[in-house]
């Protein structure tokens, strides 16, 4: 259990709404990622955060931002989401011995 | 450019028969590897890694893989497998740094009575 927690874990929103995702941890990892998991794409890297205030994008990054205010949390905000943000959400850090570990999903449907 | 392979993408086995899930892996230097498991509706698990030293890992639920550098593979075994096996399983390529990981698109795994 690397102590991850994701909010909401399901939710159901309209095309054009603004949706926020949170991603909190409990051991001080410095490194915190948000994945999209959608079938035959596997995981792909939206954003991901080296520290406080520090963050960087992924391979599909368009649609999303990022905050990290405090080591704990990394919230990801689609703007306006689309139909096409339809997806499984997974948080994800790094311990300390190189290894990436997720949290639950979080189950996004646009409609 | 990195990436990760995995050429099934959907296999079935009778429960007791051995399995094989293939993972090939494109990366410049010595990679880091992962294989997870992930339960419909859940998150992923991490089933083993190899970072280095012996080429054949043992991991959680009786599962072990060998690392090959020579064939850039690194496949995931397990000689008897349980009805609980059933679970999508993703390869994974780690960048010695430690914060870049390069996932393949899984393999869905069946078990028949």
């Known amino acids: 259990d690397a102590g991850i927690t994701q909010s909401p874990r399901h939710k159901v929103t309209e095309t054009g709404t603004p949706v926020t995702l949170r991603c909190h941890q409990t051991?001080?990892?410095?490194?915190m990622y948000w994945y999209r998991q959608d079938p035959g794409h596997g995981l792909r890297l939206i954003h991901y955060?080296?520290?406080?205030?520090?963050?960087d994008k992924g391979e599909v990054s368009d649609g999303y931002s990022v905050s990290r205010s405090k080591t704990e949390d990394f919230l990801l905000t689609l703007e306006s989401a689309t139909s096409s943000q339809t997806s499984v959400y997974f948080c994800?850090?790094?311990?300390?011995?190189?290894?990436?570990?997720f949290g639950e999903g979080s189950w996004l449907t646009v409609v | 450019a990195q990436s990760v392979t995995q050429p099934d993408i959907h296999i079935t086995v009778s429960e007791g028969a051995s399995l094989e899930l293939r993972c090939n892996y494109s990366?410049?230097?010595?990679?880091?590897l992962f294989w997870y498991v992930q339960s419909p509706g859940q998150g992923l698990q991490l089933l083993l890694k190899y970072f280095s030293g012996d080429t054949l890992v043992q991991g959680i639920k009786g599962f072990e893989a060998e690392f090959k550098r020579s064939q850039s593979s690194f496949n995931l075994r397990k000689p008897s497998v349980h009805w609980s096996d059933a679970a999508e399983y993703f390869c994974?390529?780690?960048?010695?740094?430690?914060?870049?990981?390069?996932f393949g698109t899984g393999t869905s795994l069946t078990v028949i009575p």
């Open positions: 994800a850090i790094t311990s300390s011995g190189n290894t990436i570990y």
């Open positions: 955060s080296y520290g406080v205030k520090d963050t």
């Open positions: 051991e001080n990892h410095r490194y």
């Open positions: 990366y410049g230097a010595t990679p880091y």
């Open positions: 994974a390529v780690g960048a010695d740094t430690g914060n870049q990981f390069y």
